[in-house]
Protein backbone atom coordinates (compact mmCIF):
# COMPACT_ATOMS: atom_id res chain seq x y z
CA UNK A 1 0.00 0.00 0.00
CA UNK A 2 1.67 3.65 -0.67
CA UNK A 3 0.13 5.52 1.72
CA UNK A 4 0.34 8.82 -0.72
CA UNK A 5 -0.95 7.03 -3.63
CA UNK A 6 2.01 7.38 -5.53
CA UNK A 7 4.80 5.18 -6.72
CA UNK A 8 8.50 5.54 -6.70
CA UNK A 9 10.33 6.06 -9.83
CA UNK A 10 8.00 7.56 -12.44
CA UNK A 11 8.16 4.66 -14.86
CA UNK A 12 5.42 3.09 -14.20
CA UNK A 13 6.33 0.14 -12.60
CA UNK A 14 5.11 0.56 -9.19
CA UNK A 15 8.44 0.51 -7.15
CA UNK A 16 7.70 0.19 -3.67
CA UNK A 17 8.62 2.78 -1.12
CA UNK A 18 7.85 2.50 2.75
CA UNK A 19 5.87 5.10 4.46
CA UNK A 20 7.33 7.50 6.43
CA UNK A 21 6.67 8.87 9.63
CA UNK A 22 4.42 11.78 8.15
CA UNK A 23 2.69 9.49 6.12
CA UNK A 24 2.19 6.82 9.00
CA UNK A 25 0.72 9.19 11.22
CA UNK A 26 -1.67 10.20 8.42
CA UNK A 27 -2.78 6.41 7.62
CA UNK A 28 -3.07 5.11 11.03
CA UNK A 29 -5.75 8.40 11.68
CA UNK A 30 -7.70 7.56 8.78
CA UNK A 31 -7.72 3.98 9.87
CA UNK A 32 -8.96 4.35 13.53
CA UNK A 33 -11.65 6.97 11.55
CA UNK A 34 -12.61 3.71 9.64
CA UNK A 35 -12.60 1.34 12.66
CA UNK A 36 -14.90 4.08 14.60
CA UNK A 37 -17.19 4.69 11.81
CA UNK A 38 -17.34 0.70 11.17
CA UNK A 39 -18.76 0.18 15.16
CA UNK A 40 -20.58 3.04 15.53
CA UNK A 41 -23.07 1.00 12.77
CA UNK A 42 -21.76 -2.69 13.06
CA UNK A 43 -25.54 -3.08 14.58
CA UNK A 44 -26.81 -2.03 10.83
CA UNK A 45 -25.32 -4.96 9.47
CA UNK A 46 -26.85 -8.27 9.15
CA UNK A 47 -25.08 -10.36 11.76
CA UNK A 48 -24.50 -13.54 9.41
CA UNK A 49 -22.90 -12.98 6.04
CA UNK A 50 -25.05 -13.53 2.96
CA UNK A 51 -22.33 -14.35 0.75
CA UNK A 52 -22.15 -18.09 -0.57
CA UNK A 53 -19.20 -20.19 -0.37
CA UNK A 54 -16.28 -18.53 -3.12
CA UNK A 55 -17.83 -15.09 -3.81
CA UNK A 56 -14.58 -13.78 -2.53
CA UNK A 57 -12.66 -15.00 -5.70
CA UNK A 58 -15.15 -13.45 -8.53
CA UNK A 59 -13.84 -10.07 -6.62
CA UNK A 60 -10.45 -10.51 -6.87
CA UNK A 61 -7.99 -10.82 -9.62
CA UNK A 62 -5.95 -14.41 -9.59
CA UNK A 63 -3.04 -12.80 -9.72
CA UNK A 64 -1.16 -10.32 -6.83
CA UNK A 65 -0.59 -7.18 -7.43
CA UNK A 66 2.51 -5.62 -8.79
CA UNK A 67 1.70 -2.34 -7.87
CA UNK A 68 0.88 -0.37 -4.64
CA UNK A 69 -2.78 0.91 -4.24
CA UNK A 70 -3.97 3.58 -2.50
CA UNK A 71 -5.52 3.84 1.10
CA UNK A 72 -8.90 5.26 0.06
CA UNK A 73 -8.77 2.38 -2.92
CA UNK A 74 -8.35 -0.32 0.06
CA UNK A 75 -11.28 0.89 2.31
CA UNK A 76 -13.43 0.79 -1.27
CA UNK A 77 -12.11 -3.09 -1.50
CA UNK A 78 -12.66 -3.55 2.24
CA UNK A 79 -16.72 -2.25 2.15
CA UNK A 80 -17.58 -3.39 -0.89
CA UNK A 81 -15.74 -7.03 -0.87
CA UNK A 82 -14.67 -8.00 3.01
CA UNK A 83 -17.53 -6.11 5.09
CA UNK A 84 -20.08 -8.08 2.79
CA UNK A 85 -18.26 -11.69 3.73
CA UNK A 86 -18.19 -11.17 7.79
CA UNK A 87 -19.30 -12.58 10.33
CA UNK A 88 -19.82 -9.50 12.94
CA UNK A 89 -18.94 -11.19 16.28
CA UNK A 90 -18.80 -8.01 17.33
CA UNK A 91 -22.28 -7.14 17.31
CA UNK A 92 -24.44 -6.22 20.12
CA UNK A 93 -27.28 -9.19 18.44
CA UNK A 94 -24.69 -11.60 17.83
CA UNK A 95 -25.29 -14.79 19.90
CA UNK A 96 -23.66 -17.64 18.61
CA UNK A 97 -20.68 -19.92 19.67
CA UNK A 98 -19.35 -18.05 22.72
CA UNK A 99 -18.18 -14.04 23.53
CA UNK A 100 -15.12 -12.44 21.16
CA UNK A 101 -15.69 -9.45 23.43
CA UNK A 102 -12.38 -7.41 22.23
CA UNK A 103 -12.31 -3.90 23.30
CA UNK A 104 -11.18 -0.84 21.51
CA UNK A 105 -8.46 -0.48 24.53
CA UNK A 106 -7.51 -3.64 22.65
CA UNK A 107 -7.47 -2.31 19.57
CA UNK A 108 -4.72 0.17 20.34
CA UNK A 109 -2.60 -2.78 22.32
CA UNK A 110 -2.63 -4.26 19.40
CA UNK A 111 -1.18 -1.42 17.53
CA UNK A 112 1.63 -1.05 19.89
CA UNK A 113 2.43 -4.58 19.70
CA UNK A 114 2.28 -4.46 16.34
CA UNK A 115 4.65 -1.37 15.91
CA UNK A 116 7.36 -3.51 18.34
CA UNK A 117 6.94 -6.90 16.32
CA UNK A 118 8.34 -8.84 19.02
CA UNK A 119 9.72 -12.20 18.67
CA UNK A 120 9.63 -12.94 22.62
CA UNK A 121 10.97 -16.63 22.55
CA UNK A 122 13.45 -16.26 25.16
CA UNK A 123 14.37 -13.52 27.57
CA UNK A 124 17.33 -11.83 26.04
CA UNK A 125 15.05 -11.38 22.71
CA UNK A 126 12.76 -8.88 24.85
CA UNK A 127 13.49 -8.51 28.82
CA UNK A 128 10.59 -6.17 29.13
CA UNK A 129 7.78 -8.47 26.89
CA UNK A 130 8.88 -11.41 29.15
CA UNK A 131 8.87 -10.19 32.53
CA UNK A 132 5.52 -8.60 31.76
CA UNK A 133 4.05 -11.19 30.67
CA UNK A 134 5.24 -13.21 34.14
CA UNK A 135 3.78 -10.33 36.09
CA UNK A 136 0.41 -9.87 34.43
CA UNK A 137 -0.32 -13.50 34.36
CA UNK A 138 0.65 -13.20 38.39
CA UNK A 139 -1.63 -10.48 38.47
CA UNK A 140 -4.39 -13.22 36.49
CA UNK A 141 -4.01 -16.06 39.27
CA UNK A 142 -4.03 -13.77 42.03
CA UNK A 143 -7.60 -12.11 40.83
CA UNK A 144 -8.21 -16.33 40.33
CA UNK A 145 -7.52 -17.18 43.86
CA UNK A 146 -5.53 -19.47 42.49
CA UNK A 147 -3.18 -21.54 44.38
CA UNK A 148 0.38 -19.58 44.92
CA UNK A 149 2.22 -22.79 43.50
CA UNK A 150 1.03 -21.55 40.10
CA UNK A 151 2.33 -18.08 41.14
CA UNK A 152 5.86 -17.03 39.20
CA UNK A 153 8.28 -17.28 42.37
CA UNK A 154 7.55 -21.01 43.36
CA UNK A 155 8.33 -23.79 41.23
CA UNK A 156 5.24 -22.79 38.76
CA UNK A 157 3.83 -20.02 36.90
CA UNK A 158 2.09 -18.78 33.90
CA UNK A 159 2.29 -18.40 30.06
CA UNK A 160 0.38 -17.17 27.24
CA UNK A 161 -0.79 -19.26 24.20
CA UNK A 162 -2.84 -18.89 21.23
CA UNK A 163 -5.53 -20.62 22.38
CA UNK A 164 -6.91 -23.45 24.64
CA UNK A 165 -5.90 -26.22 22.40
CA UNK A 166 -2.81 -25.31 22.22
CA UNK A 167 -2.79 -25.13 26.02
CA UNK A 168 -3.96 -28.58 26.66
CA UNK A 169 -1.64 -30.10 23.83
CA UNK A 170 0.99 -28.59 25.93
CA UNK A 171 0.21 -30.05 29.24
CA UNK A 172 -0.81 -33.55 27.86
CA UNK A 173 2.77 -34.11 26.39
CA UNK A 174 3.98 -32.75 29.66
CA UNK A 175 2.02 -35.21 31.15
CA UNK A 176 2.51 -38.05 28.98
CA UNK A 177 6.74 -37.30 29.16
CA UNK A 178 6.42 -37.46 32.94
CA UNK A 179 4.69 -41.03 32.88
CA UNK A 180 7.07 -42.30 29.94
CA UNK A 181 9.95 -41.51 32.22
CA UNK A 182 8.34 -43.43 34.83
CA UNK A 183 7.07 -46.37 33.09
CA UNK A 184 9.35 -46.31 30.13
CA UNK A 185 9.25 -45.37 26.30
CA UNK A 186 7.78 -48.46 25.35
CA UNK A 187 4.86 -48.32 27.43
CA UNK A 188 2.95 -45.40 25.07
CA UNK A 189 0.10 -47.67 23.63
CA UNK A 190 -0.63 -48.22 27.50
CA UNK A 191 -1.35 -44.62 28.53
CA UNK A 192 -4.55 -43.06 28.82
CA UNK A 193 -6.75 -40.22 29.03
CA UNK A 194 -10.07 -39.44 30.44
CA UNK A 195 -12.78 -36.29 30.05
CA UNK A 196 -16.50 -36.13 29.92
CA UNK A 197 -18.75 -36.12 26.89
CA UNK A 198 -18.74 -32.48 27.16
CA UNK A 199 -15.08 -31.72 26.65
CA UNK A 200 -13.99 -29.95 24.01
CA UNK A 201 -12.58 -31.81 20.95
CA UNK A 202 -9.36 -30.57 21.09
CA UNK A 203 -8.59 -32.68 23.87
CA UNK A 204 -8.79 -35.91 21.15
CA UNK A 205 -7.25 -33.68 18.97
CA UNK A 206 -4.78 -33.33 21.56
CA UNK A 207 -4.47 -36.74 22.26
CA UNK A 208 -3.97 -37.55 18.47
CA UNK A 209 -1.03 -35.37 17.95
CA UNK A 210 0.21 -37.01 21.13
CA UNK A 211 0.75 -40.52 20.28
CA UNK A 212 -1.77 -41.70 22.58
CA UNK A 213 -3.95 -44.51 20.89
CA UNK A 214 -7.58 -43.70 19.79
CA UNK A 215 -8.83 -46.69 21.80
CA UNK A 216 -7.07 -45.23 24.72
CA UNK A 217 -9.15 -42.04 24.91
CA UNK A 218 -12.14 -42.63 26.89
CA UNK A 219 -15.46 -40.66 27.06
CA UNK A 220 -17.04 -40.68 29.99
CA UNK A 221 -20.98 -39.95 29.84
CA UNK A 222 -21.58 -36.65 31.51
CA UNK A 223 -24.65 -37.09 34.12
CA UNK A 224 -27.60 -34.69 32.42
CA UNK A 225 -29.19 -34.77 36.29
CA UNK A 226 -26.00 -32.93 37.34
CA UNK A 227 -26.05 -30.06 34.82
CA UNK A 228 -24.31 -32.45 32.14
CA UNK A 229 -21.36 -32.47 34.91
CA UNK A 230 -19.03 -35.93 34.72
CA UNK A 231 -20.32 -37.96 37.70
CA UNK A 232 -16.53 -39.24 39.60
CA UNK A 233 -17.96 -42.69 40.03
CA UNK A 234 -18.00 -43.28 36.61
CA UNK A 235 -14.71 -42.10 36.25
CA UNK A 236 -13.42 -43.84 38.98
CA UNK A 237 -15.22 -47.01 37.59
CA UNK A 238 -13.62 -46.91 34.08
CA UNK A 239 -10.04 -46.73 35.56
CA UNK A 240 -10.44 -49.80 37.79
CA UNK A 241 -11.72 -51.34 34.23
CA UNK A 242 -7.89 -50.10 32.76
CA UNK A 243 -6.05 -50.84 35.61
CA UNK A 244 -7.23 -54.33 35.68
CA UNK A 245 -6.41 -54.77 31.56
CA UNK A 246 -3.01 -53.85 32.45
CA UNK A 247 -3.53 -50.11 31.07
CA UNK A 248 -1.69 -46.71 32.52
CA UNK A 249 -4.26 -43.93 33.48
CA UNK A 250 -2.11 -40.75 33.19
CA UNK A 251 -4.57 -37.64 32.77
CA UNK A 252 -7.94 -36.66 33.70
CA UNK A 253 -9.27 -33.45 32.16
CA UNK A 254 -11.77 -31.55 34.01
CA UNK A 255 -13.95 -29.00 32.01
CA UNK A 256 -15.14 -25.26 34.02
CA UNK A 257 -17.49 -24.13 31.40
CA UNK A 258 -18.48 -26.63 28.45
CA UNK A 259 -18.57 -25.06 24.70
CA UNK A 260 -21.50 -27.42 24.46
CA UNK A 261 -23.60 -26.95 27.35
CA UNK A 262 -21.45 -24.71 29.88
CA UNK A 263 -21.18 -27.60 32.49
CA UNK A 264 -18.98 -27.54 35.39
CA UNK A 265 -17.08 -30.83 36.53
CA UNK A 266 -16.39 -31.93 40.13
CA UNK A 267 -12.93 -30.40 40.62
CA UNK A 268 -12.86 -31.87 44.31
CA UNK A 269 -13.46 -34.87 43.48
CA UNK A 270 -11.70 -35.52 40.11
CA UNK A 271 -8.65 -33.85 41.67
CA UNK A 272 -9.04 -36.98 44.58
CA UNK A 273 -9.12 -39.49 41.87
CA UNK A 274 -5.83 -38.25 39.68
CA UNK A 275 -3.83 -38.06 43.00
CA UNK A 276 -4.81 -41.37 44.30
CA UNK A 277 -3.60 -43.02 40.78
CA UNK A 278 -0.82 -40.51 40.46
CA UNK A 279 -2.29 -38.43 37.29
CA UNK A 280 -2.29 -35.30 35.86
CA UNK A 281 -5.35 -33.39 36.23
CA UNK A 282 -5.72 -30.44 34.21
CA UNK A 283 -8.40 -28.14 34.34
CA UNK A 284 -10.20 -26.14 31.23
CA UNK A 285 -11.79 -22.95 32.41
CA UNK A 286 -11.86 -21.56 28.85
CA UNK A 287 -14.93 -20.44 28.31
CA UNK A 288 -16.09 -19.70 32.39
CA UNK A 289 -12.47 -18.75 34.01
CA UNK A 290 -13.00 -15.24 33.63
CA UNK A 291 -16.58 -15.37 35.68
CA UNK A 292 -14.77 -17.31 38.13
CA UNK A 293 -13.50 -13.63 39.30
CA UNK A 294 -15.94 -12.52 40.99
CA UNK A 295 -16.89 -13.68 44.04
CA UNK A 296 -20.09 -15.15 43.38
CA UNK A 297 -18.37 -17.55 40.68
CA UNK A 298 -15.57 -18.42 42.62
CA UNK A 299 -16.62 -21.73 44.37
CA UNK A 300 -16.89 -22.97 40.92
CA UNK A 301 -12.64 -23.67 41.20
CA UNK A 302 -13.12 -25.25 44.50
CA UNK A 303 -10.65 -27.61 43.83
CA UNK A 304 -7.88 -26.34 41.63
CA UNK A 305 -5.19 -26.75 43.86
CA UNK A 306 -5.77 -30.16 43.27
CA UNK A 307 -4.44 -29.52 40.08
CA UNK A 308 -1.37 -30.05 37.95
CA UNK A 309 -2.13 -27.41 35.46
CA UNK A 310 -5.34 -24.85 34.01
CA UNK A 311 -6.18 -22.76 31.24
CA UNK A 312 -8.54 -19.79 31.41
CA UNK A 313 -8.67 -17.40 27.75
CA UNK A 314 -8.83 -13.79 28.77
CA UNK A 315 -9.72 -13.52 24.83
CA UNK A 316 -13.23 -14.97 26.27
CA UNK A 317 -15.18 -12.11 28.82
CA UNK A 318 -12.58 -9.99 29.21
CA UNK A 319 -12.21 -8.24 26.51
CA UNK A 320 -9.18 -9.07 25.25
CA UNK A 321 -8.47 -9.66 21.47
CA UNK A 322 -7.69 -12.91 20.05
CA UNK A 323 -5.45 -14.66 20.59
CA UNK A 324 -4.63 -14.40 24.48
CA UNK A 325 -5.30 -18.03 26.45
CA UNK A 326 -3.65 -18.20 29.44
CA UNK A 327 -1.97 -21.42 31.14
CA UNK A 328 -0.43 -22.14 34.79
CA UNK A 329 1.43 -24.96 35.56
CA UNK A 330 2.33 -25.80 39.59
CA UNK A 331 5.79 -27.89 38.41
CA UNK A 332 8.10 -26.91 35.82
CA UNK A 333 10.91 -29.29 35.67
CA UNK A 334 9.33 -31.22 32.78
CA UNK A 335 7.78 -28.88 30.82
CA UNK A 336 10.15 -25.55 30.22
CA UNK A 337 11.40 -27.24 26.79
CA UNK A 338 7.23 -26.02 26.06
CA UNK A 339 6.48 -23.07 28.20
CA UNK A 340 10.13 -21.41 27.04
Known amino acids: MDGSGTSDGGDGGGSLRPMDAEQLRECGHRMVDFIADYYKS ?17 LLPDSAPNRPDTLDALFDDIREKIIPGVTHWQSPSYFAYYPSNSS ?5 GEMLS ?3 NIVGFSWITSPAATELEVIVLDWFAKMLKLPSQFLSDAPGGGVIQGTASEAVLVVLLAARDRTLK ?10 VVYASDQTHSALQKACQVAGIFPENFRVVKAD ?7 APEAVSEAISVDLSSGLIPFFICATVGTT ?15 QGHDMWFHIDAAYAGSACMCPEYRHHLDGVEKADSFNMNAH ?5 NFDCSLLWVKVSHVILFQLG
Not at 182 to 190: D, I, R, V
Not at 316 to 320: A, E, H
Open 104 to 108: TAGFL
Open 316 to 320: KWFLT
Open 260 to 274: SSSAVDPLPELGNIA
Open 42 to 58: METFPVLSQVQPGYLKE
Open 182 to 191: KHGKKSLEKL
Open 114 to 116: AAF
Open 224 to 230: CSKNYAV
